[in-house]
Protein backbone atom coordinates (compact mmCIF):
# COMPACT_ATOMS: atom_id res chain seq x y z
CA UNK A 1 0.00 0.00 0.00
CA UNK A 2 1.42 3.11 -0.95
CA UNK A 3 2.03 5.53 2.37
CA UNK A 4 -1.23 8.09 2.51
CA UNK A 5 -2.18 9.96 5.90
CA UNK A 6 -5.69 10.38 6.55
CA UNK A 7 -7.17 13.18 8.13
CA UNK A 8 -8.47 12.44 11.84
CA UNK A 9 -10.43 13.92 14.50
CA UNK A 10 -10.10 13.65 18.19
CA UNK A 11 -12.42 13.78 20.39
CA UNK A 12 -12.00 13.78 24.43
CA UNK A 13 -14.62 14.35 26.89
CA UNK A 14 -14.30 15.29 30.48
CA UNK A 15 -13.96 12.44 32.68
CA UNK A 16 -13.33 9.87 29.61
CA UNK A 17 -10.84 8.46 27.26
CA UNK A 18 -9.45 9.67 23.73
CA UNK A 19 -11.60 8.88 20.35
CA UNK A 20 -10.87 9.09 17.24
CA UNK A 21 -12.51 9.04 13.58
CA UNK A 22 -11.50 9.20 10.38
CA UNK A 23 -13.77 11.55 8.14
CA UNK A 24 -12.46 9.57 4.75
CA UNK A 25 -13.04 6.14 6.48
CA UNK A 26 -16.48 5.91 7.90
CA UNK A 27 -16.60 3.36 10.80
CA UNK A 28 -13.26 2.96 11.59
CA UNK A 29 -12.24 4.37 15.00
CA UNK A 30 -9.91 3.78 18.27
CA UNK A 31 -10.27 4.65 21.42
CA UNK A 32 -7.96 4.69 24.47
CA UNK A 33 -7.33 6.29 28.01
CA UNK A 34 -4.12 8.38 26.49
CA UNK A 35 -3.31 10.42 23.27
CA UNK A 36 -0.29 8.61 22.72
CA UNK A 37 -2.50 5.05 22.73
CA UNK A 38 -5.00 6.79 21.33
CA UNK A 39 -2.92 7.83 18.17
CA UNK A 40 -1.35 4.22 17.97
CA UNK A 41 -4.48 2.84 18.10
CA UNK A 42 -5.59 5.09 15.08
CA UNK A 43 -2.68 4.07 12.91
CA UNK A 44 -3.24 0.32 14.17
CA UNK A 45 -7.40 0.33 13.48
CA UNK A 46 -6.52 2.32 9.69
CA UNK A 47 -4.03 -0.72 9.32
CA UNK A 48 -6.40 -3.71 9.69
CA UNK A 49 -9.46 -1.94 7.98
CA UNK A 50 -7.26 -1.62 4.96
CA UNK A 51 -5.25 -5.31 5.11
CA UNK A 52 -9.52 -6.48 4.39
CA UNK A 53 -10.79 -4.11 2.42
CA UNK A 54 -13.11 -4.97 -0.75
CA UNK A 55 -11.94 -2.97 -4.04
CA UNK A 56 -10.32 0.59 -4.38
CA UNK A 57 -8.99 1.63 -0.62
CA UNK A 58 -10.55 5.51 0.10
CA UNK A 59 -8.56 8.60 -1.54
CA UNK A 60 -7.85 10.41 1.74
CA UNK A 61 -9.31 14.05 1.22
CA UNK A 62 -6.84 17.37 1.77
CA UNK A 63 -7.54 18.97 4.36
CA UNK A 64 -8.54 22.12 2.48
CA UNK A 65 -11.27 19.70 0.72
CA UNK A 66 -12.10 18.89 3.97
CA UNK A 67 -12.98 22.08 5.04
CA UNK A 68 -15.13 22.81 2.14
CA UNK A 69 -17.51 19.57 3.54
CA UNK A 70 -19.88 21.46 6.28
CA UNK A 71 -20.10 17.59 8.16
CA UNK A 72 -16.36 17.79 8.49
CA UNK A 73 -16.19 21.69 9.55
CA UNK A 74 -19.27 21.04 12.20
CA UNK A 75 -17.59 18.01 13.16
CA UNK A 76 -14.11 19.95 13.69
CA UNK A 77 -15.29 22.02 16.28
CA UNK A 78 -15.46 19.77 19.44
CA UNK A 79 -12.09 18.46 18.30
CA UNK A 80 -8.67 18.43 17.10
CA UNK A 81 -7.53 17.92 13.73
CA UNK A 82 -4.21 15.21 13.25
CA UNK A 83 -3.15 13.66 10.37
CA UNK A 84 -2.37 9.85 10.80
CA UNK A 85 -0.73 7.00 8.37
CA UNK A 86 -2.47 3.22 8.60
CA UNK A 87 0.13 1.27 10.55
CA UNK A 88 1.66 -2.05 8.19
CA UNK A 89 -0.99 -4.79 7.77
CA UNK A 90 -0.02 -7.42 9.60
CA UNK A 91 0.40 -9.70 6.45
CA UNK A 92 2.86 -7.29 5.10
CA UNK A 93 5.07 -7.04 8.44
CA UNK A 94 5.46 -10.69 8.63
CA UNK A 95 7.18 -10.99 5.34
Do not use: C
Not at 5 to 32: C, M, N, R, T
Request: net charge negative.
Amino acid sequence: MAVRHFIALIHKEPESGYGISFPDVPGVIAVANTLEDALAEAEIALGFAFEDWVGDLPAPRTLDDLMMDPEFVEARQQAVVAAIRPAEPVSEAAQ
